[in-house]
Every structure is written in structure tokens, then in C-alpha cells.
């Protein structure tokens, strides 16, 4: 091995700053990148997030919460090498809420997070989303379909909003140079997800384990692919660690299509519940078939989701019957990060994130 290849990327523990870390992935992220050796500042206005999913971390010597809204401009001291940029509710039922108010965060928050990557010399990485492909006519989705988006429908303050995210990004990248990644991410779940976040997964899992009716919508013929977040958490390093020529963007998500339906009744079977399957009205714009063409992921990241659906289904079951029984869940150890547990005493400083 020559000298050079020796030289670590950073002389120093990189500085990491996550926008929405307290949420479900930006903590799990935080967890991740801390065990790696990085110094993570995590902001976070509390809208979807908590703080229970970080207070395990709170007296960490290389984390620091700061509430903050994204709306408003960013000022921090000190170095940042790396901007994850997560802050927005994820969920239908919260994004709409306020869509206003999401829109801004999509805009006004990206621009925010640019203007302090430029004063800063980061690297920024955008959470973007599959929703940007809309109710697809494209399938499976892969990164050079250009979407079917309403953009006057209930969820375009979000799909929208997200697409216009994508496009700072890029006029900041080709304008100022900035150097950038942007992931679009599918369909996601796991621990720490809100009992009343209101997507698929966490209200059929709650649903069951109280023994309430499984609230189907539409027919349960529609499709989605679920990627477990440990899979996505890596995939995010792995793009913000790839060369500056990789800007994507890049799809993260686990290509097993399955029908809302069968997700219902997987979670029957684990849950052993006796729920009934309640069929409701489909929302408006809701997306039929969704499923990530992951070519560019495995191609130039080497990344494919490694956790099967039935295993990271039980992961987020047993996680929300420990909640449910008021128990401290945030403290059960997710599938993969048992093994990176034991990875991470061994290499506490390395930043590689393909283990
Ligand atoms: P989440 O709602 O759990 O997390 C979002 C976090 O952002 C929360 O902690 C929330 O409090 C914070 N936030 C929201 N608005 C903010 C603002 N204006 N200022 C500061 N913080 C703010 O959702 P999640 O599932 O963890 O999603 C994280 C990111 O990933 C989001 O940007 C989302 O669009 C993207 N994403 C998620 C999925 C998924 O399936 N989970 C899919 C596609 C994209
Ligand atoms: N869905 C459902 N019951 C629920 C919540 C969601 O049938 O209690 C359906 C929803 O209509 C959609 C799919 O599950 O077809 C995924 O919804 P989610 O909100 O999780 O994600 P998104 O629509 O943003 O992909």
C-alpha cells in the first residue's frame, strides 16, 4: 500500500450536520453516522420528529440537537463537511396538514441548506422522494422517467415541492458548483416510525396489535416496495461517500413489490391478530403500482437492500409492541444494527459506510 492510498479522506472526524434528524430515518441515521466516528449535529424543528427517538444520544461528546426550522436561514458555527438534507414530513396525512407550510419547508428549506453548504464548502445529499414520478405510467420507475405528477392535487404540495427541491439542487450544483447527491427515496419503514404516522406499515401494525379493523384503501390491489430502513440508511451513505461525479439522482428502495393487501394480511399472521380488513376510499392521486429500478444504486454503489420484508416487518412489530406496552423502544436494536454494533467497537473512527 502506498502512502497515499493511507491518507484518510478527513485529517479530522467529519462534521455531519442532519436537517430532520429527530424523525423516523434522520435518527436512525444519526445512530449510524455516530458509530462511524462522525460528529453529527442534528436539527430538527420536532413537527413529525421527536426526541425520544434521539435522547439515547443526547449526552453523546459527538452530538448536538439544535430545534430549528429549515424555513427560516441556517446559521451554525464551526466546520460542515456533510449536510443531509431530511427535514419534511414524509407522510400523507402530515404533509397534508399544513401544505403550505410543506411547500415552503421543500423550497425555502432547501435553498436555506445550499446557501450554508456554499458558506461552508459542504456536500449536500437531498431525501428526495419516489413521489416525484407521481401515479407512474413507467413501471418499474427508473431514474430517467420524467413522472406523472398532479400538480394541483392534494399531494403535490409534496410532490411538487420535492421535484423543486431537486431542481435548486441542481441549478446550485451547474451555478456555484455545490457539490450534491440526490437520493429518491421509495417506500420506507421501520422502527421509530409514529403510531399515528398514518402510512401503511405502522397503521396496520398498530391496528393489529390493538386488535382495531386493518384499514385497507381502495381494493388493496395497489402496489408498493418496501425497503427496511437499516437497507436505506446505508444506501444514503453510500451516495453521500460516492465520487463528486455522482450527483444522481439515484433510486434507494428494495424492488419486492407486494399488494397493500398482502402487506395486510403478512402483518395479520405475525401479529397473530384477529383484525378485521376494513375497505375504505382510495385518497385522491394515490399511486397504483410503484417499484424502484435500483440499476444505478447497484451499479455505482455497490447497494442492494439486504433485509427481507418479512423479517424487517417482525423488526417493526416487535418495536411497536414494546411502544405500545410503554416500554422504551427506541432502545431495541434494529436487525442490522446489531451486526453493526459489533463492526462499529471494532472500527469506532472509520467512515466507510459499506459495511
Ligand atoms: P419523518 O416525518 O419521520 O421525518 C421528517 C423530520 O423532519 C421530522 O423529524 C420533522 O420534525 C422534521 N421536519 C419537518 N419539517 C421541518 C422543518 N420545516 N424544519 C425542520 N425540521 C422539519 O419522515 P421520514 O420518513 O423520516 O422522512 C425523512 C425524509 O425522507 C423526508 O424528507 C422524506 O420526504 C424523505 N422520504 C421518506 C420516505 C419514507 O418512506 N420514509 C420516502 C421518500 C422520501
Ligand atoms: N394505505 C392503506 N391503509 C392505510 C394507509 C395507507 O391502504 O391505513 C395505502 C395507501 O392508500 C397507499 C399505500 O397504502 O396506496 C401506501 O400508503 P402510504 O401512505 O404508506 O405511502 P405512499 O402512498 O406515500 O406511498
Known amino acids: 500500500m502506498t502512502l497515499q492510498t493511507r491518507i484518510p479522506t478527513f485529517r479530522r472526524s ?54 430549528h426550522d429549515v424555513r427560516e436561514p441556517i446559521e451554525l458555527g464551526g466546520e460542515i463537511d456533510r449536510i443531509y438534507s431530511l427535514a419534511c414530513p414524509a407522510s400523507p396525512r402530515h404533509y397534508q396538514k399544513d401544505p403550505i407550510g410543506t411547500m415552503k419547508t421543500c423550497v425555502l428549506g432547501t435553498i436555506n441548506l445550499l446557501e450554508l453548504a456554499r458558506l461552508k464548502g459542504a456536500r449536500v445529499l437531498q431525501a428526495s422522494t419516489s413521489e416525484v414520478y407521481g401515479d407512474p405510467e413507467v413501471h418499474p420507475q427508473p431514474e430517467s422517467y420524467l413522472g406523472n405528477v398532479n400538480p394541483i392535487g392534494p399531494r403535490a404540495c409534496y410532490d411538487e415541492g420535492k421535484r423543486a427541491a431537486e431542481t435548486l439542487m441542481f441549478d446550485y450544483h451547474r451555478t456555484h458548483g455545490t457539490e450534491i447527491k440526490v437520493a429518491r427515496i ?98 385522491k392521486d394515490d399511486p397504483k403500482r410503484r417499484k424502484p429500478g435500483i440499476d444505478t444504486a447497484v451499479r455505482l454503489l455497490g447497494w442492494r437492500p439486504r433485509v427481507a420484508l418479512n423479517d424487517g416487518l417482525q423488526a417493526t412489530i416487535a418495536y411497536f409492541a414494546l411502544q405500545i406496552a410503554g416500554e422504551t423502544p427506541s432502545l431495541v436494536p434494529t436487525i442490522a444494527r446489531r451486526r453493526t454494533d459489533r463492526t462499529a467497537r471494532n472500527q469506532m473512527k472509520v467512515v466507510d459506510p459499506s459495511l
Open 14 to 67: 467529519p462534521t455531519v450536520l442532519i436537517t430532520g434528524g429527530a424523525g423516523f430515518i434522520g435518527s436512525h441515521l444519526c445512530d449510524s453516522l455516530l458509530q462511524r466516528g462522525n460528529r453529527v449535529i442534528c436539527l430538527d424543528n420536532l413537527f413529525t420528529g421527536s426526541v425520544d427517538n434521539i435522547r439515547p444520544l443526547l449526552n453523546h461528546p459527538n452530538f448536538r440537537f439544535i430545534e
Open 186 to 283: 421509495f417506500n420506507t419503514y421501520g422502527p421509530r416510525m409514529l403510531e399515528n404516522d398514518g402510512r401503511v406499515v405502522s397503521n396496520f401494525i398498530v391496528q393489529a396489535l390493538r386488535g382495531e379493523p386493518i384499514t385497507i384503501y381502495g381494493g388493496g390491489t395497489q402496489t408498493r416496495s418496501f425497503c427496511f430502513v437499516d437497507d436505506l440508511v446505508r444506501g444514503l451513505q453510500l451516495l453521500m461517500e460516492s465520487p463528486p461525479s455522482v450527483t444522481g439522482p439515484c433510486n434507494l428502495g428494495n424492488p419486492h413489490e407486494v399488494t397493500i393487501e398482502a402487506i395486510a394480511r403478512k402483518v395479520l399472521t405475525y401479529t397473530g391478530s384477529a383484525s378485521a380488513l376494513r375497505f375504505e376510499a382510495l385518497p
